[in-house]
Structure formats: structure tokens, C-alpha cells
């Protein structure tokens, strides 16, 4: 996409977007709510209608695609409109003729996990299994390239872990896929790059592991002082520290801990740096900070802390 614009009424939802995602690379679109994330997607998606910009899609414009384009893609949407009456082989079967060249049923069935809920209706499946179906509809095309727009709501961790297993074969088959999560540990484990967007720009791309630029990765040193004071200091050399900080303690410093700030705290860190650098402006469609590749501090980091929806 180059220049990718979406206005509503006047109102910048996304302002102006360049990215590139490339064939067989996982993409994961950061950002928090109302930054422009599903926009941006459904853009991609053909289901809306942009006001400026290009964008190409599997080499096709979305806005005049036709049902032959679609049927290269898989989506996974946010909800699931899966409750039928129908048992997942049957749904599963029905929608595979819509395809030209579908998966064989019970292999999507097993690959999702679901053999002893084959012959189940829909409606009698728990949240995570019927996420599951939704994952199966859109899979039993063959899709090159798959949106999953926060697959894991609601999972609890064992089947998030399932589900990220199977996504990560759908990878080494080669499918393209754009995912969009508020879990920072899912988009890690995950994406290839990623993206941050903010008030509709995108404010830092690049591989996941190197996002938001390398002074936002300096690992952190935090220890206890004798006064009770807890302090950090940020050090290309944290051995060195740790070294100089029993010397001093004569010992082991208290509540020693090294971290090395991970795609959480870098994403945090971002969305702190953007909100103090436009103030309210970033949550209406004005420029937010810094463009692509900017990289700031990182104020909070705490290795212990759940990854929750930011
Ligand atoms: P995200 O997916 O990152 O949560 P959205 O793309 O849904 O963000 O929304 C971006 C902005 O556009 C928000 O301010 C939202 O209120 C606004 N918006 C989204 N859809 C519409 C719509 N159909 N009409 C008017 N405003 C919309």
C-alpha cells in the first residue's frame, strides 16, 4: 500500500499508510484500539472502500477485485458468526466447493484439532472449538494469503498454544499471513515484521525482534539499594554491571534482575512516547510522532507482568 488514506466524515482513521508485506512472511499489525488497524485490513479485505491511496493485494486492487481474487484469501474475523445446526464436516464440506482447488475436509479437521467434534453441530461447540471452525472455513481454500484479526480472543493458554502450532504450519506451507493481536507474546512468537499504527500512521516497522529501533532494546539493569530504593539503569553490558553491583553489595544486590525488554515493552514504550508527543491528537487521525522507524525509551519494563490486551 502507498499513501493508504480512510476518512469518515472528515475524519482520518487512516492518514496516510506505505507498507510492503511480502509473499510467505507472517505481518503483524499492532496497535491499540481505534488506531486503525481493522481499516487498514478490511481495506485490504475488499470489504471497504478506500478515499486515497494505492493498494495492491496478491497483485490485485481489492476496490475491483472479482470472487477469483477472493477465493485466494482466508479470513479469519473478529467474531466468530459460526453457531449453525450443521456439524463441523458438513459446514466445513459445504463451504470447500466454493474453492477451486479446497484442502481434503478431514485433513483441515485434523489440523484444527477438531476429529472428535467432527460429527458435532456448530452451536454445541465451546468458544475456543468454534474459533477453531472459523480457522477451518478459512483454511479449506488453500488460501495464499490468510487475515486473522485476533484469533486467540478468549482462548485460554493450552488452546492458544494449539492454535499457534497450527499457524505455524500454515507458515512453512508458505501462506502469507497478516495478523492482527493485542497479544504482544502472540505477535512474537508468531511474526516475521511487524508493524506499530497509532492515529492511523504507521510508527514503527520492521522485524519483530528489532522493533522500535535498537536504544529501545538496551536490557536493563534493577536492583534494591541499601536506602530501600529500587534502582535501574539501561547498559549495552549488564554482566559488567551485575559484576560491579556484588562488589559493591559485598555480595548479591537485592531483587537483582537483568531484562532485556521484549516486544511488549518496546510496544508500550512506542504508544507512551507517541501519546506524550501529540497529546489527543494521535487519537483522532493527526500525526502522531515520529514516522516509520522511530525508536524511543523504554520507561516501564517487568518481565514478570501477563501479556494482556493492551
Ligand atoms: P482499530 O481496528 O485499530 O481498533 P478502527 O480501524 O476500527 O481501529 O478505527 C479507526 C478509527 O476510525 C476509530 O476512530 C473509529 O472510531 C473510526 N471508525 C471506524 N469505522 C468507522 C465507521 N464505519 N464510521 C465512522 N468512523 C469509523
Do not use: C
Not at 486515497?52 to 482466508?74: E, F, I, N, Y
Not at 539499594?225 to 554491571?241: F, W
Request: hydrophobic share 40%; no cysteine; proline share 5%.
Amino acid at each position: 500500500m502507498r499513501g493508504l488514506r480512510k476518512e469518515y466524515g472528515g475524519l482520518a482513521a487512516v492518514a496516510g499508510i506505505d507498507l510492503d508485506i511480502e509473499w510467505g512472511e507472517t505481518f503483524a499489525l499492532l496497535g491499540p484500539n481505534g488506531a486503525g488497524k481493522s481499516t487498514t485490513v478490511e481495506i485490504l479485505e475488499g470489504y471497504r472502500h478506500r478515499t486515497a491511496g494505492d493498494v495492491t493485494v496478491l497483485g490485485v486492487d481489492p476496490a475491483h477485485a472479482k470472487l477469483d481474487w477472493k477465493s485466494r484469501l482466508g479470513i479469519v474475523l473478529q467474531s466468530s458468526g459460526e453457531s449453525g445446526q450443521y456439524t463441523v464436516r458438513e459446514q466445513l464440506s459445504h463451504f470447500a466447493r466454493f474453492y477451486p482447488n479446497p484442502r481434503r475436509v478431514d485433513d483441515v479437521i485434523a489440523a484444527v484439532g477438531l476429529e472428535k467434534q467432527a460429527k458435532t453441530r456448530i452451536s454445541r461447540l465451546s468458544g475456543g472449538q468454534q474459533r477453531r471452525v472459523d480457522v477451518a472455513l478459512a483454511i479449506i481454500g488453500r488460501p495464499e494469503l490468510l487475515f486473522l484479526d485476533e484469533p486467540t480472543t478468549g482462548f485460554d493458554p493450552e488452546a492458544r498454544r494449539e492454535f499457534w502450532s497450527l499457524i505455524e504450519e500454515l507458515k512453512t506451507e508458505g501462506t502469507t499471513i497478516l495478523l492482527t493481536t493485542h497479544y504482544l507474546d502472540e505477535a512474537a512468537r508468531l511474526g516475521d515484521r511487524g508493524g506499530v499504527i497509532l492515529g492511523g500512521r504507521l510508527v514503527a516497522v520492521g522485524r519483530i525482534d528489532e522493533l522500535g529501533g535498537a536504544e529501545a532494546r538496551v536490557p536493563l539493569v534493577r536492583w534494591r539499594d541499601d536506602d530501600g530504593a529500587l534502582r535501574e539503569e539501561r547498559t549495552e553490558r549488564p554482566a559488567e554491571l551485575v559484576v560491579e553491583l556484588a562488589r559493591r553489595f559485598a555480595g548479591e544486590p537485592r531483587e537483582l534482575e537483568v531484562i532485556r525488554p521484549n516486544l511488549e515493552d518496546v510496544y508500550l514504550a512506542l504508544v507512551h512516547a507517541a501519546g506524550s508527543a501529540a497529546g489527543a491528537g494521535a487519537a483522532n487521525g493527526e500525526p502522531a510522532s515520529n514516522p516509520v522507524h522511530s525508536s524511543s525509551p523504554v520507561h516501564a519494563s517487568n518481565p514478570e507482568k501477563e501479556a494482556e490486551p493492551a
